[in-house]
């Protein structure tokens, strides 16, 4: 079955810094999606994309999609304290198919 | 703010009990789901309503019991429940669909089984 990685399961930054997390599809993918889920509350959508190559920007946050579908990453640059949580990425194999949750990255920004 | 309602937030139950979780969404969504998520894992897809009928069940045990009473509500029934089924219940809805929509997700309900 289709199996989605994502790197690194944890990362401690200092206010300031950079960060990224990888997510790798086992297939090709329809389309990824990111969420964000603070401590103690539920997962909010931040992004989908579709295309191949496509970046898009959303403030402070960088996400791209790969060019054989099968890869995301998302970038924040100069982290703040209210990035901390969760970052899951989803992807789906097909359109229509059910969505497969990266084991996500627990972000944690040092004041 | 999210706008799919759960309720209750918190929700303790012994083994013996029957309780219900619900979730309400006025979105006009058609698809409906139900998430279980333990700590520091991603949520793990339960329950998917489609056009208010069932078109997914992932190998859920029979001790929980999902209905859709219409395309705005979803409910969960527990009985029987375990130990090891204390996680936070996520429902979420989408406009159409499994994939290529935007999931929405309720605030979940934490449930303590013991």
């Known amino acids: 079955g289709q199996q989605v990685m994502q790197i690194p399961q944890y990362q401690h930054v200092q206010e300031g810094e950079d960060f990224t997390t990888y997510c790798n599809s086992s297939t090709t993918l329809s389309n990824i999606q990111w969420y964000k889920q603070r401590p103690g509350g539920h997962p909010v959508f931040l992004i989908q994309l579709v295309k191949s190559g496509e970046v898009k920007k959303q403030k402070r946050l960088t996400f791209q999609f790969g060019e054989a579908k099968k890869n995301s990453s998302l970038h924040i640059t100069a982290t703040q304290t209210t990035d901390v949580g969760t970052y899951f990425c989803a992807g789906a194999q097909t359109s229509g198919s059910r969505l497969t949750f990266g084991e996500g990255t627990q972000l944690t920004v040092n004041p | 703010d999210t706008e799919v309602t759960q309720t209750p937030k918190h929700l303790v139950m012994g083994m013996t009990n029957k309780k219900s979780l619900k979730c309400e969404q006025h979105m006009g969504h058609r698809a409906m789901y139900w998430y279980k998520q333990k700590a520091k894992k991603p949520p793990e897809l339960m329950f998917v309503y489609s056009y208010e009928k069932l078109s997914i069940n992932e190998s859920v045990p029979s001790r929980f019991s999902p209905e859709c009473p219409n395309s705005s509500l979803l409910n969960l029934h527990l009985h029987a429940l375990q130990p090891e089924d204390s996680a936070l219940y996520l429902c979420?809805?989408?406009?159409?669909?499994?994939?290529?929509?935007?999931?929405?997700f309720g605030e979940g309900s934490w449930l303590t089984v013991v």
């Open positions: 979420a809805s989408s406009q159409l669909g499994l994939s290529g929509n935007t999931i929405y």
